[in-house]
């Protein structure tokens, strides 16, 4: 990682020390929260990157960046993806960002996290159909929910609910997950009499960033209440990478 701080000063202080810092900027300068050219060299005066980054959230860029506190984040750093285009960042999932290191998650960094070195040799504890709290959630299911597998909490992880759009009423369901789980996708299916599953005619309704590396997610029926009355919802999660 290559950092660069308006005060190096000010940065430690926010940001802690031992970060690799590469300097400050020069004349009371900084980036602009409105978006600008990066043009990155390296040692010879070889390019290494040369992009222009924006906060136009009507081009894509994540409107969460603008002014709430979060950082934009390469989805796939490794990638030889233009960095100019909107669709290769996200917002940070934490407040401020993590400057210096990767706030990407796996799930077995995920597991790292939470479990220590005898419950990690310990499959009854931290295997992925293990319920080390007893409370129906294998921890599979507490990393997709982005919900801890050492504490209990079966009725909070997913929840359900009604919201009104113009005239009419839809069922959603409301749940959490982690901003860089990145190799996790999760669709959400539905059915009448939950014994058989179909793809959920949804649409999302509004993702909210939590600061705390996760974000809750709204998914709302496609079709009101008055045209199904009964619909249950439940959310799918699958490895990608």
């Not at 690799?20 to 070889?46: K, M, T, W, Y």
């Not at 609910?161 to 669709?187: K, N, P, Q």
């Amino acid at each position: 990682p290559l950092l660069v701080g308006r005060s190096l000063g000010a940065f430690e202080m926010r940001c802690g020390a031992g970060l690799p810092v590469a300097g400050e900027f020069e004349n009371d300068s900084n980036l602009n929260d409105g978006g600008e050219r990066i043009h990155l060299l390296d040692e010879n005066g070889q390019t290494i990157a040369d992009f222009t980054f924006d906060d136009d959230e009507s081009m894509g860029w994540p409107s969460a960046t603008d002014g709430d506190g979060y950082a934009l984040v390469l989805l796939d750093p490794e990638s030889a993806t233009d960095p100019g285009l909107a669709g290769g960042w996200r917002a940070s999932g934490y407040l401020g960002g993590m400057p210096g290191t990767d706030d990407r998650l796996t799930f077995a960094t995920w597991k790292a996290d939470y479990f220590d070195a005898v419950q990690m040799g310990n499959s009854a504890v931290s295997g992925n159909l293990a319920d080390p709290d007893f409370d129906g959630l294998t921890n599979f299911v507490e990393f997709i929910l982005a919900s801890d597998p050492l504490i209990p909490n079966p009725h909070n992880a997913v929840q359900g609910g009604v919201i009104e759009v113009g005239v009419e009423d839809y069922f959603t369901i409301i749940f959490r997950r982690w901003v860089g789980a990145e190799e996790l996708a999760t669709s959400i299916q539905s059915s009448v009499d939950g014994n058989v599953w179909t793809t959920a005619e949804v649409v999302r309704d509004s993702i909210s960033l939590n600061g705390d590396g996760t974000q809750t997610e709204v998914w709302r029926s496609t079709d009101p209440i008055t045209a199904k009355r009964v619909e249950l919802l439940r959310v799918l999660g699958s490895i990608t990478q």
